[in-house]
């Protein structure tokens, strides 16, 4: 027997107890092999011998059709009887070395690790691969008195094994919609190491559609492996179409096309903000041609995301998590954009542990914030927060902050502040627009949340309207959301521009209502005269 040379992508760990009502366990692991599994590991927690040989025996029979290599979760008998690749064992099963004497030299043997300590230890007795986690909480096994690692502690592990050889998979919790950030926020930040796949159970046995289901991971995963190989621009991931003309004038004139679509099409923009700026959001909308709809139950949101262009979810007074929770994986599902503005995120522990659910939930396309919220997100110490306000000197180079964060999220970032930063992770550019009365209404940065939202679903309708020339058909999100979210930003801030000028403007509270009425009034071609953007990088 020679070692089985295995590809890691979508690793399937069997769960008959989460099979769908009269789903049958081989017809799906059928379809699941069909749609793109790659490994499949046989675990039967709660059957006898017998019973878990035959299952295993019959299963290595339908994964050998598709030369899919089967491992074991545990027990050794059972691989020896089958003739298996290999096996898979936990931390208080049977030692490594003494696995290797009795499944010999070239069967491939798995160990699942939670601590760094246990990556040394795995590396050190020979692993053939590691399974990590659980990253998040996940309902296959009790993790309850575990700590969830999270993608910043699987990259703490990957970081240890990196140059070793030891294959990768990360478990706990993955499914489509966080899949994007666990990939790219788990790379280890000194060897660059990454995962070679992930583990799942529940995402693909659960579904109706395992097929479909095992699609999507795949696709997401391989795109991840060939962004990893050429190293471009990490919004390819999604299969973002970005054809648009990188200089500030081509830049501009994809915004003022923008603000047209957005005339045109009068997108309809969900929006779950807080309680302090849901008029003035609801106006801004309104004012750029848009049309804006508040709702937060989770039954409602999750009807109302089909119809929908864009999701903006802003937790400034967080009561509504369930609702967010709920709209985020919808928005994901149905392939709308999300704009996520994590209000003084750095201000309390309540903040930050909602922010680490709802991500781990869904993905985001565009994450805008002050110096605080955004440092908060990088970790860094060179802001921070005071209640909804950034203190501190500010980051030395912004532009570098909102280029790794965004490589680290897999998502547009926006820095807001004297000047705007915003980049995808390739581009980073500089826009110097604005007005300090903007600095003294309530929500300024809430409505610049609300008309980048605005924007990425133009961008959006924009794409689809001219889909036949793009190739590519199977994105999670479509449009260029780098555009949009220049555009909100720049539209925002150049009508501060034109109406703290006008004569009638005294102060931040005549300014308030100047800035919606220039906001209905922005022509693109003013947009085109005032807009002060500098590429970085």
């Given at each position: 027997?020679v ?9 399937l ?14 017809e799906?692991l059928?379809?699941?092999l ?10 039967e ?44 064992i ?28 246990e990556?040394h ?61 666990l ?21 693909i ?13 795949r ?42 679509v957005?005339?045109?099409?009068t ?5 779950m ?5 849901v ?12 049309s804006?709809?508040?709702?937060t139950?989770p ?5 109302l995301?089909?119809?929908i ?21 919808q ?36 994450i805008?914030?002050n ?12 802001v ?55 600095g ?6 809430c ?9 990425a ?8 309207s ?46 308030r ?10 022509t ?14």
């Amino acid at each position: 027997m020679v070692k089985v040379d295995i590809d890691y992508s979508v690793y399937l760990v069997t769960g008959r107890e989460f099979l769908p009502p009269g789903k049958d366990y081989y017809e799906s692991l059928e379809e699941s092999l069909q749609g793109g599994v790659t490994l499949v590991q046989v675990r039967e927690k709660d059957a006898d011998t017998g019973e878990f040989i035959e299952v295993a025996r019959r299963t290595k029979d339908v994964c050998d059709r598709y030369n899919v290599p089967v491992l074991i979760n545990d027990r050794i008998d059972v691989h020896l009887a089958v003739g298996t690749a290999g096996i898979h064992i936990g931390q208080t099963d049977c030692p490594i070395p003494l696995a290797r004497q009795l499944v010999g030299p070239d069967a491939i043997i798995g160990i699942s690790i939670g601590k760094v300590e246990e990556a040394h230890k795995a590396i050190d007795q020979g692993a053939d691969y590691v399974g990590i986690g659980a990253v998040w909480p996940t309902g296959s096994k009790d993790v309850r008195n575990k700590k969830m690692l999270g993608p910043e502690g699987v990259g703490e592990i990957l970081d240890i094994l990196g140059g070793t050889g030891i294959k990768s998979v990360a478990i706990g919790g993955i499914h489509l919609p966080n899949l994007a950030q666990l990939l790219h926020a788990s790379i280890s930040p000194i060897s660059a190491n990454h995962l070679d796949g992930i583990a799942i159970i529940s995402d693909i046995v659960a579904s109706e559609t395992p097929k479909e289901a095992a699609r999507a991971l795949r696709d997401l995963v391989g795109s991840f492996k060939r962004v990893r190989k050429t190293l471009p621009d990490p919004m390819a991931i999604f299969g973002i179409p970005t054809k648009r003309d990188l200089t500030v004038d081509g830049l501009v004139t994809g915004v003022m096309e923008l603000i047209r679509v957005v005339k045109r099409e009068t997108p309809l923009v969900h929006q779950m903000t807080n309680t302090v700026v849901v008029n003035d959001s609801a106006n801004v909308t309104l004012a750029i041609g848009a049309s804006p709809i508040m709702s937060t139950h989770p039954r409602d949101v999750a009807d109302l995301s089909p119809a929908i262009g864009a999701l903006l979810i802003n937790f400034g007074t967080i009561s509504d998590k369930e609702g967010m929770l709920v709209a985020g994986r919808q928005a994901n599902v149905n392939r709308k954009p999300i704009v996520f503005d994590p209000v003084a995120i750095g201000a309390t522990s309540y903040r930050r542990e909602t922010s680490v659910d709802l991500l781990s939930h869904w993905q985001p396309t565009i994450i805008k914030g002050n110096a605080a919220e955004i440092g908060a997100m990088a970790k860094s110490t060179e802001v921070a927060s005071r209640g909804v306000d950034s203190v501190g000197s500010g980051f030395s180079d912004p532009g570098a902050v909102v280029k790794a964060l965004a490589r680290k999220r897999a998502c547009i970032i926006v820095l807001t502040g004297e000047s705007d930063y915003i980049s995808d992770g390739s581009v980073v550019l500089k826009a110097s627009n604005g007005h300090s009365y903007l600095g003294s209404i309530t929500g300024s940065g809430c409505m610049t949340g609300t008309l980048i939202g605005c924007f990425a679903a133009a961008a959006r309708l924009d794409y689809l309207s001219k889909k036949e020339a793009y190739e590519d058909l199977s994105q999670l999100v479509q449009g260029d959301m780098l555009l949009a979210a220049l555009s909100g930003i720049l539209v925002y801030n150049v009508a501060a521009e034109v109406a703290a000028e006008r004569p009638d403007v005294k102060g931040p509270g005549t300014f308030r209502a100047a800035l919606i009425d220039e906001l209905y009034n922005l022509t693109p071609e003013t947009v085109k005269e005032r807009a002060k953007i500098t590429m970085l990088s």
